[in-house]
């Protein structure tokens, strides 16, 4: 059975950091794009950032201005998130999510083939 779990979210005061976590099981990781896409409520959902599995690269959403960082480890199947100097714009539900695909820029969020149940991340001001 494929999962993806995602943990971490939580209430954060802006300005804070937050690491998520994603834990994937019945597929590799290594085989897939593995990206963060965010819903905030009455929005649509927003790539925010992607690694690709065998090369490594990474693509960001311009919008983050370098505040977020992707890593994966592909010995825990596991993939991580760093966010920091967070604020109110980032509250959202950040969902886990990979697509048998080669490249990682802009991938529509319909293309995607997994999904994680999401995580809750709130940024106070």
């Known amino acids: 059975e494929v999962q993806l779990v995602e943990s971490g979210g939580a209430l954060v005061q802006a300005g804070g950091s937050l690491r998520l976590s994603c834990v994937a099981s019945?597929?590799?990781?290594?085989?897939?794009?593995i990206c963060w896409v965010r819903q905030a409520p009455g929005k649509e959902r927003e790539v925010v950032t992607c690694?690709?599995?065998?090369?490594?690269?990474?693509y960001y959403a311009a919008t983050l201005e370098g505040r977020f960082k992707i890593s994966s480890d592909h010995a825990k199947n596991t993939a991580y998130l760093q966010m920091n100097e967070l604020d109110s714009e980032d509250t959202a539900v950040y969902f886990c999510?990979?697509?048998?695909?080669?490249?990682?820029?802009?991938?529509?969020?319909?293309?995607?083939?997994?999904w994680g149940q999401g995580t809750q991340v709130t940024v106070s001001s």
């Open positions: 999510a990979a697509a048998d695909l080669d490249t990682i820029d802009r991938i529509p969020p319909d293309d995607f083939d997994f």
């Open positions: 019945g597929f590799a990781m290594a085989d897939y794009a």
């Open positions: 690694i690709a599995g065998v090369s490594g690269s990474t």
